[in-house]
C-alpha cells in the first residue's frame, strides 16, 4: 500500500507539494482537503462516528464523511471517492464554498484545511465501512447546533468549525 500525500497549498489553494500526511499534520502545514455533508429530505444531516482505532479524534461524532484530495483528483471526485469508500453510497454532490481552519488534536497534530465544504442529498440506509465507521445517524440541523453547544467532546474538533460555517451558509441561503 503506497503512503498517502496531501497537496500542500498557499492561502488561494494554489498547490505547493505533496507530502506525507501524518508529516503535514505534525507540522501543521495547509493542505487542501473536502468536507461532505448529506441531507434527506427532511433536512436531517447524515453524521458518522469515526472507528475507534483511528490515529486522532476515534469515536467522536462528524459530518457524513471527509478526507484529503489525491494529486490530480477534484474535489467532487474526491468527495464522491471518499462517500463511497466509508458510507457505501453515491450521490451528486455540489460543492457549496471554501475555507481555512485550523484544528490542534491532543496527541499533538493539528489539520491545517483549505477545506472545500461538498452538498449532497441521500434518503437510504448506508452501508458502512466498519473500518472507518463505528455508526452513523440521521440528525436534524438545530438538534445538532444544540448538541454541540451542550457535549461538544463527543464532536471532531474540526466538525463543531465545519458545522458552524455549514448551518450559517443555509441560513443565509434560505
Known sequence: MSIEKVILVDKNDQPIG???????????????????????????????RRALHKYHSPGLWTNTCCSHQ?????????????LKEEMGFETFLEEKFSFIYKAEFDNGLTEHEFDHVLMGNYDATPVI????VVEWKWMALEEIKKDIENIPEMYTPWFKIIFDKFYHYLQVKS
Open 18 to 48: 505533496l507530502m506525507e500526511k501524518m508529516e503535514a499534520h505534525e507540522k501543521a502545514l495547509l493542505h487542501r482537503a473536502f468536507s461532505v455533508f448529506v441531507l434527506n429530505k427532511k433536512g436531517e444531516l447524515m453524521l458518522q
Open 70 to 82: 489525491r494529486e490530480g483528483e477534484t474535489s467532487l471526485n474526491a468527495g464522491k471517492r471518499r
Open 129 to 132: 465501512n466498519t473500518d472507518e
